[in-house]
């Protein structure tokens, strides 16, 4: 391959680099055009852990037994002196209603001194429990809570039973002391005394028999929801650990679970002061107001909030404080990094004077103490495949790429049926894609297809604009063929002399009047015999090379001489156009008895060897003897035609160039 073509080759090559990266710009555009707007950090992390993050229930039922009250008669007798030497000493008014009010403050202060239990007993059945948070850290049904959400103490346990069981033996007690007051009627004050009174007295001697305790997890159903939507299932407690100020964790086991929704574990060095922290969780500020409906309540609340500082109670345990606001019902519940791992669980908060939670500070049991409780059961949080699609198909429905999303969003409702939100993200989908909001990106494969079609289309323009460009620099010189050789000089070819001579170039080498003509094709006019080899002008069509004939022989010179040659007339066959056929016969050629137009002028140059092909004579030694034989061309050997003859020439040629007769 010659030195132009290498340099053909290096820019279509070039080209091709071009066009090629110019594809592959095509095919990466889309990747960094379709981002969609920022999804805040919240909004995503509640997306991906909401799931996960369950009710928990603990229930105590059992028979509450409360005994009648009876006075005490030396104590009532002594506090009766009491009210006696009071009313004698000014201290209080001398009505009855005065003297009542005092005597029901004295048995309020210290009711056990006046009062004693007797028979008979009163019995109610009574159910009591409360509510906390817990979350998945396994597919199958392992749940991480706190230790005081699944075990009451026993002055707990009394308590919430008296709240809620012995209200209506209150009020009946309290009604009975009432009523006895005959002769005056008691106010708001005096009411108040005497509730007082019997709440104490019944809460300290009432009894539970028969106490049951369950464990349970609140798990929503498709649209959510505590009453119609949801599901009580039964948990087993595995691990428990001390109630705050200790290790406040528990474990807790759902059996026949499979494809839960779970939560990733983080560490506690991913957090440091300053950090935002989120706590998930069910407030019951929520759960248990009447005001919102019962399909709202099973939807976490997400908070947030500063990691302020690390804390260490005095059994030793460390706690982190944070502002991150939290309340009843949150205990339990997993608080997460901002890469959305869970770095602890809320435990505790501050309360107020009223026994009111305070939001302005919270404490967390940090995920090193979590994780050492799980590995003491040998449980390895995983991730499942819900969780996996889950999160897959919310990428893509936040960079609005609805049609990606909604197969794997079917995909995560196949795997997990009971999944509480993936029927939403589904409607949403199709209703975005029905509307036209839809921005999911072209399949890879078809912008690779488009890319390498737009590669092909400019390389192929690339390769067509460089064969044109060397068409038009080369003329009508096909490609391989050798420059033509200069007037009068040797033709290249052996020893600088004739027309070379090889073998297997399809030319039988006869000599005519002292030239060799090529065999096997349709002889048109001899050459001139003043050396010079007639060509064609601008316009004329180049003849067809023979088939017998190799183009790619040195030497061999197909094209025209430059264009607006002309022959002199002076010259010897000056008057004579081989390209004509109506050129006539030159008595002054040297084989001037040899007519070419004349079957019967001695013998037929064509020797059929196949179809006849015209092509355009090849240069002969004749024109090599004529022009060193010949004393116009200046010095023998010098090969330079003398310039005179030359301007002559080309004068003549141009004047019958422009006479001459389209060749058919």
């Known amino acids: 391959m010659d030195g132009n073509l290498r340099k053909y080759f290096g820019r279509l090559t070039g080209g091709m680099a071009a066009t090629a990266a110019c594809a592959l710009l095509v095919v990466a555009a889309p990747a960094s055009a379709d981002t969609g707007d920022e999804v805040p950090v919240g909004t995503r992390l509640a997306a991906r852990t909401h799931p996960a993050v369950q009710l928990t229930s603990i229930t105590y039922s059992g028979e509450v037994v409360v005994p009648s009250s009876q006075a005490k008669e030396a104590a009532w007798d002594q506090l009766t002196n009491e009210a006696t030497q009071a009313v004698l000493a000014g201290k209080i008014p001398s009505d009855e209603r005065s003297i009542a009010k005092f005597l029901f403050q004295r048995v309020a202060a210290d009711v056990d001194r006046y009062l004693q239990p007797v028979g008979p007993e009163r019995t109610v059945k ?18 991480v809570t706190g230790a005081h959400c699944v075990e009451m103490s026993n002055e707990e346990l009394s308590q919430t039973f008296a709240q809620q069981a012995l209200e209506k033996f209150n009020k009946q007690d309290a009604k009975d002391m009432i009523n006895a007051l005959r002769n005056f009627e008691a106010d708001k004050e005096m009411i108040e005394l005497v509730q007082q009174i019997y709440v104490t007295f019944n809460s300290t001697h009432l009894e539970i028999r028969g106490l049951r305790k369950s464990l349970s997890v609140l798990q929503s159903l498709p649209g959510g929801g505590v009453d119609k939507t949801a599901k ?47 706590i998930s969780g069910f407030p019951g500020l929520v759960t248990n107001t009447p005001w919102f409906s019962v399909e709202s309540k099973l939807d976490p609340a997400l908070t947030e909030g500063p990691y302020n500082a690390k804390r260490t109670t005095q059994e030793g345990v460390p706690y982190v404080q944070t502002q991150a606001p939290s309340y009843h019902g949150n205990s339990g519940g997993p608080v997460f990094s901002r890469a959305g791992k869970v770095v602890g669980m809320l435990i505790a908060g501050t309360v107020s004077e009223n026994g009111e939670a305070s939001e302005n500070e ?38 609005r790429h609805y049609k990606d999303a909604l197969p794997k969003f079917r995909e995560v409702q196949a795997l997990f049926p009971s999944h509480p939100y ?18 999911t990106p072209q399949p890879l494969w078809l912008w690779i297809a488009a890319g390498a079609g737009v590669s092909i289309v400019v390389g192929g323009g690339v390769l067509l604009l460089v064969l044109l460009r060397r068409r038009r620099k080369t003329g009508s010189s096909p490609q391989g063929r050798s420059p033509s050789p200069a007037y009068g000089g040797p033709y290249p070819g052996a020893d600088g002399g004739g027309y070379p001579a090889q073998v297997g170039a399809g030319y039988d080498r006869q000599p005519v009047n ?29 003849a067809p090379r023979s088939r017998d004939h190799d183009p790619q022989r040195p030497g061999v010179r197909y094209d025209s001489q430059p264009p607006g040659v002309e022959h002199d007339l002076q010259q010897p066959n000056a008057g004579y156009d081989p390209r004509r056929p109506d050129a006539g016969y030159d008595p002054r050629r040297p084989d001037a008895g040899y007519d070419p137009r004349r079957p019967d002028a001695g013998y037929d140059l064509q020797q059929l060897d196949g ?39 080309i004068a003549e040629l141009r004047r019958q160039l422009q006479h001459r007769q389209p060749e058919a």
């Open 362 to 399: 919270s404490f967390v049991l940090p995920i090193s103490i979590i994780k050492e409780k799980l590995n003491e059961k040998n449980v390895k949080p995983s991730a499942s495949l819900t969780t996996t699609r889950y999160n897959e198909a919310l990428d893509d429905f936040f960079q």
């Open 611 to 649: 179809a006849t092909r015209y092509v355009r004579p090849a240069p002969s030694p004749y024109e090599q003897q004529r022009s060193q034989a010949a004393p116009s061309q200046g010095p023998a050997g010098s090969g330079a035609p003398d310039v005179a003859d030359l301007e002559r020439e």
């Open 422 to 439: 993936v029927a939403r993200y589904i409607t949403d989908s199709q209703q975005a894609i029905s509307s036209g909001k839809d921005e």
């Open 232 to 278: 009580e299932v039964p948990a087993e407690l595995v691990s428990v650990g001390e109630s705050y100020p200790g290790k406040d964790f528990a474990l807790l086991k759902v059996n026949g679970q499979q494809n839960l929704p779970t939560v990733p574990l983080g560490d506690d060095a991913d957090v440091q002061t300053g950090d935002t922290l989120y």
């Open 126 to 143: 009574a159910q009591v429990g409360g509510m906390c948070t817990g979350w998945w850290v396994t597919p199958d049904g392992y749940m």
């Open 514 to 542: 002292g030239q060799v003509l090529p065999q096997g094709r349709q002889p048109q006019s001899l050459p001139p015999a003043d050396g010079h080899r007639p060509g064609r002008t601008a316009g004329d069509h180049e």
